[in-house]
Nanobody, 127 residues
Framework: EVQLVESGGGLVQAGGSLRLSCAAS????????IGWFRQAPGKEREGVSA????????VYQHSVKGRFTISIDNAKNTVYLQMNSLKPEDTAVYYC????????????????????WGQGTLVTVSS
C-alpha cells in the first residue's frame, strides 16, 4: 500500500522546537517532490515547505523562513521538518504529501499535483 505517515507532533511552548517526520511506504521518493502543509482551525490548508528528491532544492513559506528546515533522507525514504522558534500561530495539523515529476515550487503552489497524502500530525504551540 502506498502511504505517507507523519510523526513528531505534540505540545510545545512558544520558542520551542519540534521535528516532524514523514515516512513513505509502498513507494520511494525517487523522482518526487515532497511538501509539508498545515491547516489551522477555520483556515485553509497552506503550504509550509517543500523539497525535491532529485536536486534537493527547497522552498519555504515566508512566515517560516529562517525558523523551519526541510530535509530528505533518501536512504530512509523519510522527509523531516525541523521547526525552531515556534510561535502560537504555527499551531495546526501538519500534513506531508508527495507528487511525481514536479519541482519543489510546484509541490508548494499546486496541491493538485500531489498524489499521496499523510494523515496529519497535530502541532500545538502554547503562549
Amino acid at each position: 500500500e502506498v502511504q505517507l505517515v507523519e510523526s513528531g507532533g505534540g505540545l510545545v511552548q512558544a520558542g520551542g522546537s519540534l521535528r516532524l517526520s514523514c515516512a513513505a511506504s509502498g513507494f520511494t521518493f525517487d523522482g518526487y517532490a515532497i511538501g509539508w502543509f498545515r491547516q489551522a482551525p477555520g483556515k485553509e490548508r497552506e503550504g509550509v515547505s517543500a523539497v525535491s528528491s532529485g536536486d534537493g532544492s527547497t522552498v519555504y513559506q515566508h512566515s517560516v523562513k529562517g525558523r523551519f528546515t526541510i530535509s530528505i533522507d533518501n536512504a530512509k525514504n523519510t522527509v523531516y521538518l525541523q521547526m525552531n522558534s515556534l510561535k502560537p500561530e504555527d499551531t495546526a495539523v501538519y500534513y506531508c504529501a508527495a507528487g511525481p515529476a514536479i519541482t519543489a515550487d510546484q509541490a508548494m503552489g499546486e496541491q493538485r499535483y500531489l498524489e499521496v497524502w499523510g494523515q496529519g500530525t497535530l502541532v500545538t504551540v502554547s503562549s
